[in-house]
């Protein structure tokens, strides 16, 4: 265990471990995502009244594109921090699609995030989670971009309520993965003859 409190004189202690986040600047997406936890795990958020919600099982982190269409999905423990995800889903989406703006909510607010979406050419555009403290607002033009987030969440809803996201009676994380990955088929298929129609 790290030792607290101020060196003494003379101390030399050892540098801090290197974090997940670190680690996946220099790693590929591949890489990254198997790191991460797949288990089944408990997983708390606060929602919008500032109330504790606690679930059990999985979390799917989707990155979709301004038309609903998902470009890359991952499936990790729901103790799993949001910004963790948020590099090896970015790398995969830059692979497959050119897209300028990546949009995010305060989950994923960290400095490797901004770093690897500027590196990439891309402009983030990330709520600040306040940490504690007064939260900084949008700029007027970042807002008006950021409103278009909205078809994230309504890819969610969509996916919870029209094909099965939000009843999951398996179990395991290959289970759980094929019945939602068969969900976004679904949607992805459904949202395709919506654009085309």
Not at 81 to 108: C, T
Not at 148 to 177: I, M
């Amino acid at each position: 265990p790290r030792q607290k409190g101020r060196p003494r004189r003379g101390e030399v202690r050892p540098p801090k471990p290197e974090t997940r986040l670190q680690r996946q600047l220099r790693q590929s997406a591949a890489e990254a995502l198997a790191e991460l936890p797949a288990h089944c795990d408990r997983g708390t958020k606060k929602n919008s009244q500032g109330y504790r919600e606690t679930w059990t099982g999985y979390q799917l982190h989707v990155d979709v594109n301004d038309c609903c269409l998902p470009l890359s999905v991952a499936l990790n423990a729901a103790s799993l921090y949001d910004s963790q995800v948020a590099i090896p889903l970015l790398k995969l989406s830059s692979e497959r699609v050119d897209y300028l703006y990546d949009l995010m909510d305060a989950a994923y607010d960290a400095k490797p995030v901004y770093e690897v979406s500027r590196s990439r050419g891309r402009v983030p555009i990330i709520d600040k989670n306040g940490r504690g403290r007064e939260v900084i607002p949008l700029a007027p033009h970042e807002a008006a971009r950021y409103r278009e987030r909205t078809v994230a969440e309504r890819f969610y809803s969509r996916l919870k309520e029209e094909f099965g996201g939000d009843t999951v009676l398996v179990r395991g994380a290959q289970k759980v993965g094929l019945h939602l990955m068969l969900g976004v088929i679904a949607l992805f298929a459904d949202q395709l003859l919506k654009l085309i129609s």
